[in-house]
């Protein structure tokens, strides 16, 4: 057989193993469609369900596990039946999988569900493109119900982040590289994977994980002295003076941050412990007006950074000082205002 029949073969082999897979995935998601519909009828009917009451989903998972195997937990058969009455009159297209409208049954609004729905099969989203999607809208959904309250109760307040405290600027870490590391190489981690060697700096001695604090005299020559800070409290560090390049939205910004020893970073920085709605929406726009406002081009604040997320963002608490020069803390004013939910 050439390579060229062995090649053919093969194409038609992937080919035919696609087909029948996505013929049975949307015969799945028919036969979850037709499974909600026969829960409600036999609901309706009413013997069914007053003889079990609320506990008809419990008992059918039970009894379908067993006869069945998984894939009928309480949670899924509670989809299925929801997913019949969302469209009772027609059974949905099979353009999407199962997983895929489970995830669409988060939304809440019919409309902005089916709107997502066309999304995801115009654009060919995989579950988690549409998982990410969702999240977002449900954020949009919280923003605009906290909006939408002239007064919210205490219990509808949300719970506020706990703000770093006793931040000390020019705090750092002694850092011993893993290879080749001697007493003469150690280094001054300031943070954003920059280092400057401790032998460059001062010819006093410290030892790995020794926290320092830095100076610099009318010279501009610098000094370290130790830090005293309990080994499990290092609040102070990774705390820095920074200028507001541009806000990206209202959970991001890009800033440049005073890094010490001379050394300057440009960072994108993500708030930490919040999400605002994405721009585009009424909601993700005013979350980006509310910050700069408070942070125009130009302004200087002091931010706490943390390790970088997914993206490769550093994520962070941002402080700020208001008119009476109090310090506030950004995080939380976009949650005291309704314009961010918690993570």
Not at 106 to 129: F, M, P, T, W, Y
């Amino acid at each position: 057989m050439t390579d060229k029949l062995v090649a053919g073969t093969y194409k038609r082999l992937v080919s035919d193993i696609a087909s029948l897979y996505e013929g049975a995935r949307k015969a799945l998601v028919e036969a979850y469609w037709k499974i909600g519909q026969r829960i409600v009828e036999v609901e309706q009917e009413g013997a069914v369900k007053a003889a079990h009451g609320s506990g008809l989903l419990l008992k059918l998972s039970e009894d379908l596990t067993q006869q069945c195997g998984p894939g009928f937990s309480y949670t899924n058969l509670k989809n299925m039946r929801r997913f019949y009455l969302d469209s009772p009159n027609r059974q949905p297209a099979g353009d999407l999988g199962w997983t895929q409208h489970v995830e669409l049954l988060k939304i809440g609004d019919v409309s902005q569900r089916k709107a997502l729905e066309r999304k995801a099969i115009r654009e060919g989203l995989k579950r988690d493109d549409l998982r990410e999607l969702v999240r977002h809208e449900l954020i949009r959904e919280e923003i605009e119900e906290n909006l939408s309250a002239v007064h919210r109760t205490p219990s509808e307040r949300p719970d506020l982040l706990i703000p770093p405290k006793d931040l000390t600027l020019h705090t750092y870490r002694i850092y011993q590289p893993a290879v080749g590391a001697s007493e003469t190489e150690l280094l001054i981690d300031l943070g954003f994977y920059c280092y400057r060697e401790l032998a460059g700096i001062t010819n006093k001695k410290f030892a790995p994980d020794d926290i320092v604090i830095s100076s610099k005299d009318a010279k501009g020559n610098y000094s370290l002295t130790p830090y005293s800070v309990p080994r499990t409290l290092h609040d102070s560090l990774h705390a820095y003076e920074a200028t507001v390049e541009r806000v990206i939205d209202g959970d991001t910004l890009w800033a440049v941050i005073d890094a010490g020893f001379g050394t300057q970073v440009r960072e994108k920085l993500r708030l930490r412990g919040i999400d605002c709605p994405e721009l585009g929406s009424p909601e993700g726009e005013a979350a980006k007006r509310f910050v700069m406002k408070l942070l125009p081009q130009g302004a200087r604040c002091i931010i706490k950074s943390s390790k970088s997320d997914k993206y490769g963002r550093f994520v962070a608490d941002v402080m700020l000082n208001d008119k009476d020069g109090k310090q506030q803390h950004l995080n939380n004013l976009l949650l005291q205002e309704g314009l961010a939910v918690s993570l």
